[in-house]
């Protein structure tokens, strides 16, 4: 089974497409935490349990434990532990270099941490693309057009008669031979986005920006579903994680997903 088509069944299986960002901030986790032996894996093991059968992935920021050296490490390895085998993991670390240091990032994520996914910065060309979709059943979402404002530095760039980020896209798709590349487009992007669906119809698209960032949902989930209405990721995370109820608040975005889905 590919990378693709697990997502396609895990979404169906779930009926989700939400995605939750387990990014910890260990002073913005709650005090009653601070007090446990490992404050960020009991933070995201809570989270974990309180959501696990309204998701299809959690992502995870590398940076947020690589912040804390050894042991952020330690405790990322102890979360992805506590995610159940049926619901894909994500590391988000946009990595790449050129094609023998991008071997050794592909096998650290892939291998070591055992991701199902990983975020990759195309901007190497294809050998450095390579080692990250070379893995079979694994995913590689690749940075086509991001929710910063400083994306159109770059991204928004004419070419010809194209935008860069679609020289992206276009060069993905003809990457993808194994069905298991993906697309990164921040949901504050939701006019380009509609384009880039008809660009890749049948591509994975991981859509970071809903929530504290301010993307449209109900406009990313029009522009952004496939005609099955599945293969889009919508990340969210501080606006569930640090909620009060993360269970009820996770329930709210699930269904107001679904509503918007269905229309």
């Known amino acids: 089974m590919t990378f693709t088509e697990r997502l396609r069944q895990i979404q169906q299986t779930c009926n989700s ?31 974990i349990e309180s959501t696990s059968d309204i998701v299809c992935a959690y992502k995870f920021n590398l940076a947020f434990y690589e912040v804390m050296g050894p042991a952020g490490i330690e405790a990322l390895e102890d979360s992805l532990d506590l995610v159940p085998q049926d619901i ?22 892939f291998e070591g941490f055992e991701f199902d996914a990983a975020t990759v910065n195309p901007y190497m060309g294809t ?3 390579e080692p990250f979709i070379k893995y079979p059943g694994k995913g590689a979402f690749i940075l086509a057009l991001t929710s910063n404002p400083g994306a159109k530095d770059f991204q928004k760039l004419k070419i010809g008669d194209r935008y860069l980020y679609e020289k992206v896209v276009q060069r993905a798709k003809k990457w993808n031979t194994g069905n298991n590349i993906g697309l990164v487009v921040g949901a504050t992007q939701s006019r380009e986005l509609a384009g880039i669906r008809k660009l890749a119809s049948d591509m994975p698209i991981l859509l970071p920006g809903i929530g504290a960032q301010g993307g449209d949902l109900k ?26 109820n993360v269970r009820d608040t996770a329930l709210e975005v699930h269904a107001m997903i679904n509503t918007y889905r269905n229309v």
């Open 127 to 129: 050998d450095s693309v």
């Open 219 to 244: 406009k990313s989930i029009e522009h952004g579903c496939t005609r099955k209405k599945d293969l889009l990721l919508i990340n969210v995370g501080r606006s569930i994680i640090y909620a009060n």
């Open 88 to 109: 894909l993991t994500i590391g988000d670390g946009k990595r790449n270099d050129i094609g023998n240091s991008a071997e050794r990032y592909a096998e650290m994520l």
């Open 17 to 47: 497409l939400l995605c939750i960002g387990l990014d910890p901030v260990l002073d913005k986790i709650p005090s009653h935490l601070q007090k446990t032996g490992d404050p960020i894996v009991e933070f995201n093991k809570h989270i």
